[in-house]
């Protein structure tokens, strides 16, 4: 069935940059919007931001200054960048799949642990 | 940014009851082009990412056991889970895509 797995380090220092993959399994990245979104240890969840397949963007603006969200299509993989992270950045980074930027998520990934300590 | 509150925080019921959890968003997300509440509801189990349960406010996602079920428009809607099992228990959270930032409710923590 169709997959979505995060990979990345678990542990980033501060001030540095949180960097994060998501790999589509066993189904296509053209024809959706991808997303990123975290979730802080006990917490809610927050949008971080999308792409479609073709590079549109849209980010949430509490983030922008510090979030770039790239795709690959080639290997079927979108990528999340985020600059300057503090301890507000620890969390689990879901990516996840909405059909249109009118739709709810369908799709998510597993999920990863991102703790911001030096 | 639209903000989404849910009511209660959290809820105990019995085997079998009735649990009704309660979402507000600051504005409508009921798009009048064509009659649709952009709104869904997810459940979260400890360790597990959410899952999709309700689209449209009201639609159920394939798959999702039809003791829960989605209603409201405008601003307010409810998720009713019609006969508490022990495998409901989770937390769950309502979200509106009508606008960017999409967002989500706070959750409520159900348990039995």
Known sequence: QVQLQESGPGLVKPSETLSLTCTLSNGSISHYYWSWIRQPPGKGLEWIGYIYYSGTTDYNASLKSRVTISVDTSKNQFSLKLSSVTAADTAVYYCARTYSTSSSFDLWGQGTLVTVSS | ?112
């Open chain 2, 1 to 112: 940014d639209i903000v989404m509150t849910q009511s209660p925080d959290s809820l105990s019921e019995s085997l079998g009851e009735k649990a009704t959890i309660n979402c507000k968003s600051s504005q409508s997300v009921l798009y009048s082009g064509n009659n649709k509440n952009y709104l869904g509801w997810y459940q979260q189990k400890p360790g597990q990412p959410p899952k999709l349960l309700i689209y449209w406010a009201s639609t159920r996602e394939s798959g999702v056991p039809d003791r829960f079920s989605g209603s409201g428009s405008g601003t307010d809607f409810t998720l009713t889970i019609s006969s508490l099992q022990a495998e409901d228990v989770a937390v769950y959270y309502c979200q509106q895509y009508y606008s960017t930032p999409w967002t989500f409710g706070q959750g409520t923590k159900v348990e039995v």
